[in-house]
C-alpha cells in the first residue's frame, strides 16, 4: 500500500510559478515510479510528466515541456512539480500517482495509487 497527500495547489496569476509536493507513506517510496496528472472540468485526466525510481528518467506532456519540472527526494519520501509560467489552460486538480514498476510511465493506466488532489487555478 502507498497513501499518498499532494499539497501546494491555489490561485496564481498567468505567468506565476506554484510548487506541488506529493509525500507518501507505506511502501518503500524508493521504489516506485512516480507522476503527476491533471483534470481539468469535464475532461479526461491527463498526464503531467512522471519520474522513474531514482530519477534518471524523466518525461513531460508536450503542453507543459520547459515549463514544468518533476523531481523527487527519496529521502523526505516527496516527490515535486515545479510549475513555472502558468497559463489559464494549466487550471485543474493535479493528482500524484505511483507505480510500482519504478518506471517513468506516460499512461494512466499504469498507476495504482493515486492521491486526493489539489487544484491549481490560473486567473488571466
Known amino acids: 500500500q502507498v497513501q499518498l497527500v499532494e499539497s501546494g495547489g491555489g490561485l496564481v496569476q498567468a505567468g506565476g510559478s506554484l510548487r506541488l509536493s506529493c509525500t507518501a507513506s507505506?511502501?518503500?517510496?524508493?521504489?516506485?515510479?512516480m507522476g503527476w496528472f491533471r483534470q481539468a472540468p469535464g475532461k479526461e485526466r491527463d498526464f503531467v510528466a512522471t519520474?522513474?525510481?531514482?530519477?534518471?528518467?524523466?518525461y513531460y506532456a508536450d503542453s507543459v515541456k520547459g515549463r514544468f519540472t518533476i523531481s523527487r527526494d527519496n529521502v523526505k519520501n516527496t516527490v515535486y512539480l515545479q510549475m513555472n509560467s502558468l497559463k489559464p489552460e494549466d487550471t485543474a486538480v493535479y493528482y500524484c500517482?505511483?507505480?510500482?514498476?519504478?518506471?517513468?510511465?506516460?499512461?494512466?493506466?499504469?498507476?495504482?495509487?493515486w492521491g486526493q488532489g489539489t487544484q491549481v487555478t490560473v486567473s488571466s
Open positions: 519520474i522513474s525510481w531514482n530519477g534518471g528518467s524523466t
Open positions: 500517482a505511483a507505480n510500482l514498476g519504478g518506471w517513468a510511465n506516460r499512461a494512466t493506466a499504469g498507476y495504482v495509487y
Open positions: 507505506g511502501r518503500t517510496f524508493s521504489s516506485v515510479g
